[in-house]
């Protein structure tokens, strides 16, 4: 599982003293737990198709974070971030290109977009940028 990966690597960053990755590590690792508390709760188990939410999300998050530091010009902190977003995009899976989304409409008899997003929530979820979808799905 990717939380098995995450945490190793975690370990190795303690170990090397490396906090800019350990923090970012570690927010992950957190929300993981966070997550399964709840759904246990609910009576589900956590899977990968969670784990690569949560990496989507807290990736999201830092990009924010990034363009704040960007608009201040606080160099320092732009860098950290994106050795951050570096640390933790290589859990995820290869997303599709905007091609790779373009022919996967194409193959589908019902070009709207309720169908369209509802197509790639069941069966890309967590493979594809939903916001690419919906914008290319609007554009055509």
């Known amino acids: 599982m990717i939380i098995d990966?995450?945490?190793?690597?975690?370990?190795?960053?303690?170990?090397?003293?490396?906090?800019?990755?350990r923090a970012v590590l570690s927010v992950v690792?957190?929300?993981?737990?966070?997550?399964?508390?709840e759904l246990k709760s609910n009576g589900n188990e956590i899977s990968d198709k969670?784990?690569?939410?949560?990496?989507?999300?807290?990736?999201k998050e830092l990009e924010e974070e990034k363009s704040g530091y960007e608009k201040v010009n606080r160099v320092e902190d732009v860098n950290n971030v994106n050795?951050?977003?570096?640390?933790?995009?290589?859990?995820?899976?290869?997303m599709l290109s905007e091609s790779e989304?373009?022919?996967e409409i194409d193959k589908l008899s019902d070009k709207s977009i309720p169908?369209?997003?509802?197509?790639?929530?069941?069966?890309?979820?967590?493979?594809?940028?939903?916001?690419?979808?919906?914008?290319?799905?609007?554009?055509?």
């Open 5 to 21: 990966e995450l945490q190793r690597a975690n370990i190795e960053a303690l170990k090397s003293k490396d906090k800019v990755s």
């Open 29 to 37: 690792i957190n929300k993981y737990k966070m997550e399964a508390i």
């Open 50 to 59: 969670d784990m690569v939410r949560i990496i989507s999300k807290v990736l």
């Open 83 to 94: 050795t951050q977003i570096e640390v933790i995009s290589k859990y995820l899976p290869k």
């Open 101 to 103: 989304i373009r022919a």
């Open 115 to 140: 169908s369209i997003m509802k197509h790639f929530k069941a069966n890309f979820e967590g493979k594809v940028d939903m916001g690419l979808v919906n914008k290319i799905a609007r554009s055509l």
